[in-house]
């Protein structure tokens, strides 16, 4: 006897798994401890502020209650009207709303992957494809595809027009590719601040990306989630500009097309508790939509309750917020520095929890070596490929024990890139660090 087979979209799923799992499960079997592990991988690769741990213990520890008897009951799937409350007055304390936001704009779900899958069911029929700019969100294949059967469609773009105008030749033309072969394009995505660039678009980029959005009647999904971790405010570099502040957002796009995406896990730390939250103040109906989806997003009526009494302490969020920023500019000083003396490139960031680098070939050369895949008189023709890469990864992750994510999972247009979180305790940071350039040092 056999087993009926599988749907044909649970059958794609498999073969689709984010390579972030397989480095968790590394993490799981070695992770590394100050005291009781110090040899074990050091996770230097999740985007998640744990710098600011101590601060966020101290606090929720101070406020968490006993349960209490609606905490055993159903709460409303989309947000308590005091959660949803709190959440706005985050838009409207830091977003420079131009209208105020409400908490009708808001649907909660259990964290931002629960919404771009939403936004996907909702956006998107089975193959419609969603442009993103790439490098990108690791992820998105598996959010926007894994059920809701969107075709996350990265734009491969060269480095340095990454945070240019001059990028909107390459969607014109992979939207013009797609329709060519009978294929439809539904949404832009997009990120600012950008993962993993850690740079927010300036606004005649994002201006342009509106426009090429209405010419061809896209729906935009904004992404802010690193909002409130910008760390550089220079008058030199781009500042981030919620599309909440943009006055004029209607001279560009008819703002019923544009969804904003943002929640608890990158900006207040709190990746565990599975809490984001997507609003469109300008589009009634897909909110309603978003609501009838929300039970699938779900979160325990108790965490509604923590969470409003949480954000409700606005002098203690602002505080909060501000060390966090401060400790985010002073680690990636620290690494820029250590990039520098070492001559590793990356580029410059001014928000979020990583950046983007490119090992030197050495990583790549010292690890071919090590598998006994190279000869000493085939050194000066190694390049970085899609395997090389890989093999530098596993190699990194589970022999030097540092795990940084590897520049395909992002859809990187050339090989031997790397995203590295520096949001983690810097004692950590200091060890990592130390470990990842002994994995490039060129051997004899």
Same mark, same amino acid.
């Given at each position: ?166 990028? =909107? ?10 329709? $060519? #072969?009978?294929? +439809?394009?539904?949404?832009? @995505? !997009? ?125 203690? =969020? ?10 985010? $500019? #002073?680690?990636? +000083?620290?690494?820029?520095? @250590? !990039? ?105």
């Amino acid at each position: 006897m056999t087993a009926p087979e599988l749907s044909v979209g649970a059958q794609a799923a498999t073969t689709k798994l984010p390579l972030v799992f397989k480095a968790l499960g590394w993490l799981t079997e070695n992770p590394y401890d100050k005291k009781s592990n110090p040899s074990g991988i050091i996770n230097a690769g999740i985007a998640a502020n744990s710098m600011i741990k101590s601060y966020l213990l101290d606090r929720l520890n101070s406020i968490s209650e006993k349960l209490i008897p609606s905490d055993l009951e159903y709460n409303i799937p989309y947000g308590s009207p005091q959660l949803r409350g709190e959440i706005a007055a985050i838009f409207n304390r830091h977003f420079n709303a131009v209208e105020p936001v409400s908490e009708e704009d808001i649907t909660v779900t259990n964290g931002c992957t629960t919404a771009i899958e939403m936004l996907s069911f909702a956006l998107c029929n089975p193959g419609d494809h969603v442009l993103i700019p790439a490098p990108c969100y690791l992820a998105l294949e598996s959010d926007m595809g894994s059920r809701a059967q969107a075709v996350a469609t990265p734009v491969k773009l060269p480095l340095e027009e990454s945070m240019s105008v001059d990028q =909107i030749s390459y969607f014109e033309n992979t939207l013009s590719d797609i329709e $060519a #072969s009978g294929g +439809k394009v539904k949404v832009l @995505f !997009l990120m600012s601040p950008h993962n993993p660039l850690g740079a927010s678009y300036p606004r005649k980029v994002l201006q342009a990306f509106f426009k090429f959005a209405s010419k061809h009647n896209l729906y935009v999904v904004m992404d802010e989630i690193y909002a409130l971790s910008v760390f550089d405010h220079n008058d030199s570099v781009a500042p981030f500009e919620s599309v909440l502040s943009w006055a004029d957002l209607d001279s560009y796009i008819d703002p019923a097309s544009v969804v904003i995406l943002h929640g608890l896990s990158k900006d207040f730390g709190l990746n565990g508790f599975r809490m984001g939250w997507a609003l469109s103040p300008w589009n009634k109906d897909l909110t309603n939509v978003l609501r009838c989806y929300s039970a699938f997003g779900y979160r325990p009526a108790y965490t509604d309750r923590l969470i409003t009494k949480f954000l409700a302490d606005r002098e203690y =969020i602002d505080s909060m917020l501000q060390i966090s920023q401060s400790m985010l $500019a #002073s680690n990636y +000083k620290f690494v820029a520095e @250590f !990039l520098d003396q070492h001559a590793i490139r990356y580029i410059p960031c001014t928000a979020g929890h990583f950046i983007w680098l490119q090992l030197p070939i050495s990583a790549c050369i010292n690890t071919l070596k090590k598998q006994d895949r190279l000869g000493d008189k085939d050194v000066a023709d190694v390049k970085w490929t899609a395997e090389n890469e890989m093999l530098v990864w596993e190699d990194i992750t589970r022999n030097h024990c540092v795990y940084i994510p590897p520049g395909q999972s992002f859809f990187s247009v050339e090989y031997g890139w790397f995203r590295l979180s520096f949001s983690i305790d810097k004692d950590d940071l200091v060890i990592a660090l130390d470990r990842l350039i002994k994995a490039c040092i060129a051997s004899d």
